[in-house]
């Protein structure tokens, strides 16, 4: 089955700095990727996805990259607030309906 | 607005008791899903669905039985509870199409002691 490794787990920065999240996936059939964020005591929600037929999505300060040769993608947020501060699972999806998850980042954004 | 509700929020439960969580979903998604999350392992899937009547097991599938007679209803059931299933279990629903984000209910934190 798929498998999904999520670097690194835990991430600080400055407000104002930008944060890299990189995920590798396994199964070269796996063609959406979306990412989550979950605030604490909160339920994930999707912040950004990217399908295999697209390099590079951008949305306001989010963007994520979509290497497929390589197996990975990566999720970018510049200008980093204290608002940001949660934990960020990618996945992804090689089969109808169902996704394999990350082991999560948790980001920490320093005011 | 999508809403996949779980029937509640906090749960405590005896070692050996049969424990039900149960999942509605109000979108007539196909597909519903169990996790399980813990510090540190993310989100790993215990079983899902894709129609009425239909399951497949995840990748923790042990301890864990599953039960949907309703399109919107996805119940997940702990035959015999175990202080090592002390967590917290998330339900998610998605449309058929694979290329759509997931949306998940408000988890439900066990404990069983």
Redesign the interface.
């Known amino acids: 089955g798929e498998n999904v490794e999520q670097h690194p787990s835990t991430l600080s920065v400055q407000e104002g700095d930008s944060a890299v999240i990189k995920c590798t996936y396994s199964d070269s059939a796996s063609n959406y990727f979306p990412w989550y964020k979950q605030e604490l005591g909160k339920r994930p929600q999707l912040i950004i996805d990217i399908r295999s037929n697209v390099g590079e999505k951008k949305d306001q300060r989010i963007a994520v990259t979509l290497n497929k040769t390589a197996k990975h993608f990566s999720l970018h947020i510049t200008e980093t607030q204290p608002e940001d501060s949660a934990v960020y699972f990618c996945a992804a999806s090689s089969q109808a309906g169902k996704s394999t998850f990350g082991d999560g980042t948790t980001l920490t954004v320093k005011p | 607005d999508v809403k996949v509700t779980q029937s509640s929020r906090y749960l405590v439960k005896r070692t050996g008791e049969k424990v039900f969580l149960e999942c509605v979903q109000d979108m007539d998604h196909?597909?519903m899903?169990w996790?399980r999350q813990d510090p540190?392992?993310?989100?790993?899937?215990i079983y899902?669905s894709?129609d009425v009547k239909m399951k497949e097991k995840g990748?923790i599938p042990e301890g864990y039985s599953v039960s949907r007679e309703k399109k919107e209803r996805f119940s997940l059931i702990l035959e015999s509870a175990s202080t090592n299933q002390t967590s917290m279990y998330?339900c998610a629903s998605?449309p058929?199409?694979?290329?759509?984000?997931?949306f998940?209910?408000?988890?439900t934190r066990l404990t069983v002691v």
């Open positions: 196909e597909n899903f996790y540190g392992l993310g989100l790993r899937l899902f894709y990748d998330l998605r058929q199409t694979m290329n759509t984000e997931a998940f209910g408000q988890g």
